[in-house]
């Protein structure tokens, strides 16, 4: 019977050839693995900037940047921009009781909208002021401090449950005259949007909250990370032109440029951030045009 | 004995060519699987430059809408106006070509805007 098996020159074929089939097997799933990494790190950073690009316009759409008392812009930048956010709603029901800059208001307990009550520590106002009742070429929205924490009392009408608020820094002086039973109020904080960076270097994109006598309160971070400067605003006008008058802003140009947590090797064998750059505009919704 | 004729060279042919048939459709199907991705990014990006442009003319007041068009990158846009009836709001329509494998290719986006 014949039972030579391999030679020894065959066995070095074999050896050979499966090494080689070894190897490129072996750079395969290598270059799986960098496409894996590249990926997962793409598809979180492209969420990240998603997410920019829908929260933020939804922020700032609520604005109006039309009245002539004030704009609810307070600074706008490059790369960072303060707002009055509004906060809750309410409407009044007993005409304030006002001398010129100062003030008290009753409004409606119930029904009240928003996220939260009136916050004596970081809320103002804005109280729609009706005037001549048969025009309206005189309305406006009365700016005024809300000096206090407001009480809960039933001082409505039919003793209803009620919220008193006291009042400083009317503006325009004495426009409390014009806001009726029945007037919406709005209550606002001021909230500042930009990026910023960590201790480790990495770019966020943060919000922080004004509080009255201690300023800008902690930053709170949203989303991230992004790219240095990776949030810019733009403002353009009705007309569609740039414009820097706080006033005449019809709408705000968002970009976000987001940067993946990790570097990921490239095809060149390089490491690398993976950026990208998403565009939007938000249309301010709560401009009032003549 | 036993027998080992094994297969014929026809039925290998016959057996080969029935692979290959099978083969083929699932390349295709890759293929379409491809276009299909390909025209989903298309759209999505086709579709956030109009709502850019949906934006853009929503922050402009009713009487100074107008068609126009603009080249945004690789993407030609272009839009039309039309006042709905009662002239309380804007009937808009943006049309995006956008370049593909096969030519341009448009998208068609319409919203209204009242005034």
Same mark, same amino acid.
């Not at chain 1, 990026?195 to 480790?200: H, N, P, R, S």
């Not at chain 2, 949906?54 to 007041?61: D, H, I, K, N, T």
């Given at each position: 019977?014949?039972?030579?098996?391999f030679t020894l020159i065959e066995l070095l074929v074999a050896l050979v050839l499966t090494t080689l089939v070894a190897g490129s097997v072996y750079q395969l799933l290598l270059?799986?693995?960098?496409?894996?990494?590249?990926?997962?790190?793409?598809?979180?950073?492209?969420?990240?900037?998603?997410?920019?690009?829908?929260?933020?316009?939804?922020?700032?759409?609520?604005?109006?940047?039309?009245?002539?008392?004030?704009?609810?812009?307070? $600074?706008?930048?490059?790369?960072? =921009?303060?707002?009055?956010?509004?906060?809750?709603?309410?409407?009044?029901?007993?005409?304030?009781?006002?001398?010129?800059?100062?003030?008290?208001?009753?409004?409606?307990?119930?029904?009240?909208?928003?996220?939260?009550? =009136?916050?004596?520590?970081?809320?103002?106002?804005?109280?729609?002021?009706?005037?001549?009742? +048969? $025009?309206?070429?005189?309305?406006?929205?009365?700016? *005024?401090?809300?000096?206090?924490?407001?009480?809960?009392?039933?001082?409505?009408?039919?003793?209803?449950?009620?919220?008193?608020? +006291?009042?400083?820094?009317?503006?325009?002086?004495?426009?409390?005259?014009?806001?009726?039973?029945?007037?919406?109020?709005?209550?606002?904080?001021?909230?500042?949007?930009?990026?910023?960076?960590?201790? *480790?270097?990495?770019?966020?994109?943060?919000?922080?909250?004004? $509080?009255?006598?201690?300023?800008?309160?902690?930053?709170?971070?949203?989303?991230?990370?992004? *790219?240095?400067?990776?949030?810019?605003?733009?403002?353009?006008?009705? $007309?569609? *032109?740039?414009?820097?008058?706080?006033?005449?802003?019809?709408?705000?140009?968002?970009?976000? =440029?987001?940067?993946?947590?990790?570097?990921?090797?490239?095809?060149?064998?390089?490491?690398?951030?993976?950026?990208?750059?998403?565009?939007?505009?938000?249309?301010?919704?709560?401009?009032?045009?003549? | 004995?036993?027998?080992?004729?094994?297969?014929?060279?026809? %039925?290998?042919?016959?057996?080969?060519?029935?692979?290959?048939?099978?083969?083929?459709?699932?390349?295709?199907?890759?293929?379409?699987?491809?276009?299909?991705?390909?025209?989903?990014?298309?759209?999505? %990006?086709?579709?956030?430059?109009?709502?850019?442009?949906? %934006?853009?003319?929503?922050?402009?007041?009713?009487?100074?809408?107008?068609?126009?068009?603009?080249?945004?990158?690789?993407?030609?846009?272009?839009?039309?106006?039309?006042?709905?009836?009662?002239?309380?709001?804007?009937?808009?329509?943006?049309?995006?070509?956008?370049?593909?494998?096969?030519?341009?290719?448009?998208?068609?986006?319409?919203?209204?805007?009242?005034?």
């Amino acid at each position: 019977m014949s039972r030579r098996g391999f030679t020894l020159i065959e066995l070095l074929v074999a050896l050979v050839l499966t090494t080689l089939v070894a190897g490129s097997v072996y750079q395969l799933l290598l270059s799986n693995q960098r496409i894996y990494r590249q990926q997962t790190e793409r598809v979180e950073m492209q969420g990240n900037v998603r997410a920019a690009v829908t929260l933020l316009p939804s922020e700032l759409m609520e604005l109006n940047a039309s009245d002539t008392v004030d704009s609810d812009i307070v $600074t706008m930048g490059d790369t960072l =921009i303060s707002y009055k956010a509004m906060r809750s709603l309410f409407f009044v029901c007993q005409p304030p009781i006002s001398a010129g800059a100062t003030g008290t208001v009753i409004l409606w307990r119930n029904p009240s909208y928003g996220l939260r009550g =009136i916050d004596g520590m970081r809320d103002s106002l804005l109280l729609y002021a009706e005037n001549d009742p +048969t $025009t309206r070429s005189d309305d406006l929205w009365v700016h *005024a401090n809300v000096t206090a924490t407001p009480t809960l009392e039933t001082a409505c009408p039919m003793a209803a449950p009620s919220v008193t608020v +006291t009042l400083d820094n009317v503006w325009p002086v004495g426009g409390l005259v014009g806001v009726q039973e029945g007037s919406p109020v709005r209550g606002f904080e001021m909230v500042q949007l930009f990026t910023y960076a960590d201790v *480790a270097g990495d770019y966020w994109l943060g919000s922080r909250v004004f $509080t009255k006598g201690s300023g800008w309160g902690p930053i709170q971070p949203i989303l991230g990370p992004m *790219a240095q400067a990776g949030l810019q605003f733009a403002y353009f006008d009705t $007309t569609g *032109a740039a414009t820097v008058n706080r006033n005449m802003v019809a709408r705000v140009g968002i970009q976000a =440029i987001g940067r993946s947590a990790q570097a990921v090797r490239r095809v060149s064998g390089s490491m690398e951030h993976v950026v990208d750059t998403l565009t939007t505009h938000a249309a301010l919704r709560n401009n009032r045009r003549q | 004995m036993t027998d080992n004729r094994g297969f014929t060279v026809v %039925e290998v042919l016959i057996a080969v060519l029935v692979l290959g048939i099978g083969l083929l459709g699932l390349v295709a199907s890759a293929a379409v699987t491809t276009r299909m991705i390909g025209q989903g990014q298309r759209y999505s %990006e086709a579709s956030a430059v109009a709502g850019q442009r949906f %934006e853009m003319l929503r922050s402009v007041s009713c009487p100074n809408m107008a068609d126009g068009s603009q080249q945004q990158g690789p993407y030609a846009v272009s839009w039309s106006v039309q006042t709905v009836a009662g002239g309380r709001a804007e009937g808009v329509t943006v049309v995006v070509q956008s370049p593909t494998g096969r030519g341009m290719r448009a998208d068609t986006f319409v919203t209204t805007i009242p005034c």
